[in-house]
């Protein structure tokens, strides 16, 4: 039996860790119904966003390993929500957005985003405000 282990000071650090790993736990059981986890929802975003994009520029972009990209980018392929485009040689292949891709996206946003509003619900609207104000102030000073 495992017993919980309570720190008296925790570094911030530690707690943005925790907390993001239960919200993206809480959206990839609110994906599911889409056969899409929290990071395959992402990928597919950015994605689309980019109209196409490479590998390693997912990678940079969502800030994760090459490596982890290509699991997430085989996994979208293989269920036909992406393609890859050929290009020359030497030059790296480009990921787009497949129709099926972009019908699993409009039907997993609204409840991706239903998903992160009750995870958030128990916080007042102010702190949330105030929540998503500091991280955008964080990701700021930090890059």
Excluded: N, W
């Excluded at 992406?82 to 997993?108: F, M, N, Q, Y």
Aim: aromatic residues 2%; positive net charge.
């Amino acid at each position: 039996m495992t017993a919980a282990v309570e720190l008296r000071e925790v570094l911030a650090t530690v707690r943005i860790t925790q907390v993001s790993h239960h919200l993206e736990r809480h959206l990839d059981r609110a994906l599911m119904a889409h056969q899409l986890s929290f990071r395959r929802y992402v990928t597919l975003s950015v994605i689309a966003e980019a109209g196409q994009v490479s590998r390693a520029d997912l990678a940079r972009i969502l800030q994760i390993s090459p490596q982890a990209v290509g699991g997430v980018v085989r996994r979208l392929l293989s269920a036909g929500l992406v393609k890859r485009r050929g290009s020359e040689p030497g030059l790296p292949l480009e990921i787009s957005i497949t129709p099926a891709g972009e019908a699993a996206l409009a039907a997993s946003t609204p409840i991706a985003h239903a998903a992160e509003r009750a995870a958030l619900a128990d916080l007042p609207a102010e702190s949330r405000a105030v929540l998503r104000q500091a991280l955008e102030s964080m990701l700021h000073a930090l890059y």
